[in-house]
């Protein structure tokens, strides 16, 4: 009995990391320092947000740049 209860608990504690690994992977912020701010300028030309980021594209000097 202890044995299955044991097993059972390992197994669910197995699925839930297994189906949140991806989570933590995802994004790197090993290059974001929130005591600089970063300050872009110039014209918005489009900005979507299709799941799960934000694209914005700028237009600076005639030139296009795409932010995601």
Partial sequence: M???LAM????????????TSPAFGHHGWSGYDK???LTLAGTTTEVS???P???IKL???GKAYELR
């Fill in 35 to 37: 005591r600089k701010p």
């Fill in 2 to 4: 202890r044995v299955n």
């Fill in 53 to 55: 980021h934000a694209t």
């Fill in 8 to 19: 059972s608990l390992f197994g669910l504690l197995a699925a839930t990391m297994l189906a």
């Fill in 59 to 61: 237009e600076v000097s």
């Fill in 49 to 51: 947000y299709t799941y």
